[in-house]
């Protein structure tokens, strides 16, 4: 058995931190097949680590590893956990790293990982993604049981997820996440849009004073720096500037309140 | 059969879109050998991502997978392609991105990809690195015959590449790439200087109303800071500053123009 | 045998250096696993560099290859080197790249790289890595014997290493380097602090005027932003912020001075 093993962690790409969990990996399973999903989550932002994780363990083969580490409670009493779904494992803090992914997935156990038989080394105080998240990890992909790392709870710590409100026609949520293309994600799915044409033909989407008419298919739909909307690739609604970031051209970064309304129109049902 | 896939795209390193790439390759194939080249080429930067891939692809084992994202137009007519060669695959938009490799690679076969057998999930409007790019490349590592996944087209896409004239006793070129060490690559190529120096024993390179004398064989043989003049790794003539970034000392950027000609010396013939 | 192969250099993520590299490798060992420990040492910081492959090489499995590509004084006459220490091999240029290792390394022999069988292609003045130190860590981790490629030599170039003084209950250190969450790592040592309180229970770390009283267990034990003193992974004093880059609170830099004395206290001894 040779699960891959991905990692997602606040280390960034300058410090050797991240190569340091590869060869504690590669210690114990050298074939192991590490897979980094991201170095550069904003220092310490929980929430920002669980949306990166959320977006993406999906497309990972059944059994993959999933390893979180954005840990700025490194050494205090939060938990070292194993979270097993039914068909990924989640390795990290219980501190709210896997909150998107415990509101989505069906969880079979959670392991507070106690056992250092699976850690043997010395655990120093500030770097458990090396000490026994990486170990843990190894075992994990050479097919080890978390049910033999710990013991089992029932209560991980999860953070306030900010989900959009619906007000008759329209609904009211925000921006969650600015890619690195400056496109600005909200929390509206495209089930709440749907909703919405099944309304009427126009829609609406308002941000920063902005009213930008209808929902695109494409980033290149509008003329180069006209602010539009669309589904991106995620699900979500997104304001986008075809070949500018919409970042700068709107002023908005996460929290900027974004809301999606169904106007009278043409065939307003 | 199993061919390593590479990666060149503008997803940056910040978002986890890479490493959802990874996973859907994974899912396919999941002992996949995959190889990031770049993920930093600029947003929407065609011609840059064409010249990474001209860079490096060469340096591969026979029968790898190039696969290059940089894909402003995603979702529009654009087609996706697959292209063969003698030694390699290119998968990716056909917009231009393959331009350089066009111009030197002995092509067998471009295949406009339209077999959903390839990419059988839903295919978004914003991702095709995700939804089309990486499954046809995780079959292709497996061996699939680019022949089934869609139907051979004679007219790709391709941008024009800036080449140096030549006028007399001099090459007119210019910068094309600078590299995060700040040294300036122009078209010029070891060639042309070849062809110089079969007229005069002496070189002189003119950019921003600056002369330097002479080529170089390594950084170091100036004095610290001091502009020069080498043949970079790569063939081309490249404009360097021991130990400092010469894009910032002689402040040039890609488009500056570059000459390259044989002044009369002691032995001009 | 199929030997790991670390990649340690200042090529940058922007540039396709890295990928070219690992093409070079992987067409000699198709099956080759290169495992990224850092591509954004600063340009030409050898000693940077030093302390990189220092912090991680000893994570590595026994018989890894670490490649270290640090190299302003490409094309001269610095020597291409292979050092093979009791359980690991390093290859790079001796520049003072394996400064810190070799300080802490059992040395079995150091080779010269004169040896062209082992890079057969065409060796450019400014491209080493791709040329030299890529293909002859490509043959050692298929087994290739260093003793093959080159010649014995005894005269390694080192780099001097700054190490604290100590000066009665105090050590006088300095900050070796500062990652990327702010942190400032010292020079001075959890055996030198651990000295201290054999001296004292009252330790106190004085950096820019600024007095820290006591040593911490870990960074969340302060207060946000307040600056701390703690033993970080490596083993190391560093400065911390909670939550803060201590860096930018405290304005120091590598180089700053500091000092960890044992002060008359409770129990002074």
Redesign the interface.
Known sequence: MNR?V?L?TD??????????V???I??IN??A????????VS??DILEGSF?IY???A???EG?IHTGVVD?????ERRPVVIETEDYFFVGPDNGLFSHVLGREKVRRIIHITNSDYFPGRV????HG??IFAPVAAHLSMGADPGDMGVSIDDPCTLPIPVPERSGSAFRGEVVYV???GNLITNITDKDIEYLKSLSTDIEIRIKGLKIEGVC?????AGTGKPIA????CGYLEIAC??KKASDALNAAVGEKVEAAAVPGRSYR
Not at 11 to 20: E, N, T, V
Not at 124 to 127: A, E, I, L, R
Not at 230 to 233: A, M, P, R, T
């Open positions: 891959i991905t997602t280390f960034g790409l300058k410090d050797p931190y991240a190569g340091i590869k060869g504690v590669l210690s050298s074939s097949q590490i897979i980094d999903i991201a170095h550069n220092p310490h990166y977006q993406s363990y497309y990972f083969p993959t700025p409670g490194v050494g205090s120093s105080h500030t770097f090396r000490d890619d690195s293309f298919k494409t980033y290149s739909m669309l589904i991106g690739s075809n070949c």
